[in-house]
DNA sequence: TAAAAAATTTAGATTAATCTAAATACAGCT
DNA sequence: AGCTGTATTTAGATTAATCTAAATTTTTTA
């Protein structure tokens, strides 16, 4: 059963505004992040319902069944192996890979996604810090907290963005906020809660928003 | 102006056809290599030829104007440069690729393609033999030859295919017939034009429908 | 050169994915 | 329990790409 690049799109979506377990994602939420009405996302979960690759319930939202979940989870592993791809073997930024890996991941052969798997060292993690789930859809994720939650005195290696912006990756790069630097608290500003950090040994501050979407192993 | 993956099809496909440069390539000729119906291929041809992307007019058949002709030049790089990543970094067979590149033709990023011409070091030509245009469309093709145009006791390379199916890459593979190998004439079967051909040292027969199909540079 | 055959176009439908506007259901609060 | 605002669904249209069947044009052939 070969899905659309339409319905993989509703089902990696699904898939990521699918935070708790017992919660369904909304109509709403879905329609925000495809950029499309809320009569659209109804209609295509009618159709996704039919094809038994979510559990939907009219005006209850809905959830990936098994199948669902393991389209799903192709599609965040083609994505994100080409996103490594890109940046190891082509020189890409960070910031540059995204929205080409939005392409490439509807590209079909499962031969071809093991390949290029196996031609770049079998990755556990894309350029973003995110886990590479695995060729049997076996996804591991690390647990990581955002600068935010931390307190003064904690220490820990930068391991993960919440925000896939080019803005948002940009701005990290040129402040050397990169995945692996280890950084520590140094001071909370209580007015703003902005955050002073150390990295490389070099001092800096780093606003609440910035802080929320950075993410650290401790 | 971004063209949809129909679009960027039909163009590839004129070109393709576009054998004379004085004859127009017919509805029906697009349609049996698209797999659809003539009415179809009317339809797409008045789409085509509002944007100004072919010539066409009504029962006459179609040509590329220089804007659609390269637009189709700019698909058929992708597709070979992504034949050659199978091939030369994937590890896949030539008879594998076709399909796949099928689908990665399509993928949009110009910077994508230039610098996966840089990671393949600028290859000139695809795992079929044909030659692979460069980043401002120029496609140099070198004459070739079917082996069923040449007599007795001539004698070159291997250098590409007219026909890209499956069973007859495979068939070439296993009888040694491989892109770079030198070839000679021994012999021509009057009867039913089949060939006796000598490569590395080794004879064989092979039929007038191979012998059309397998180019030689000479 | 006129009929017959082949190629091509038109007319009218269909399917997937989308939209807007209107109707309906739910959730939170008095 | 009833009101009210938000979320969601339904109804009806639209667009791109396709189809079938019928009409038209071009080409071939006798
Ligand atoms: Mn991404
Ligand atoms: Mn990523
Ligand atoms: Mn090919
Ligand atoms: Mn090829």
Redesign the interface.
Known sequence: MKLSFTEENYLKTIFHLNHSPDENVSTNAISEVLNTKAASVTDMLKKLSDKKLVNYEKYQGVTLTKDGEKQAITVIRKHRLWEVF?VE????KWD?VH??AE??EH???E??IN??DE?LEFPKKDPHGDPIPDKNGVLKSQELLPVSKLKVGDKGIISGVREHSVEFLKYLEKTGLILGECLSITEIITFDSSVMVRVKNHQQMISREVAKNLLIAL
Chains 1, 2 share one sequence.
């Open positions: 890109l073997k082509l020189n890409f540059e929205e080409i392409e490439l590209i079909c052969s031969k071809l390949r290029l031609f």
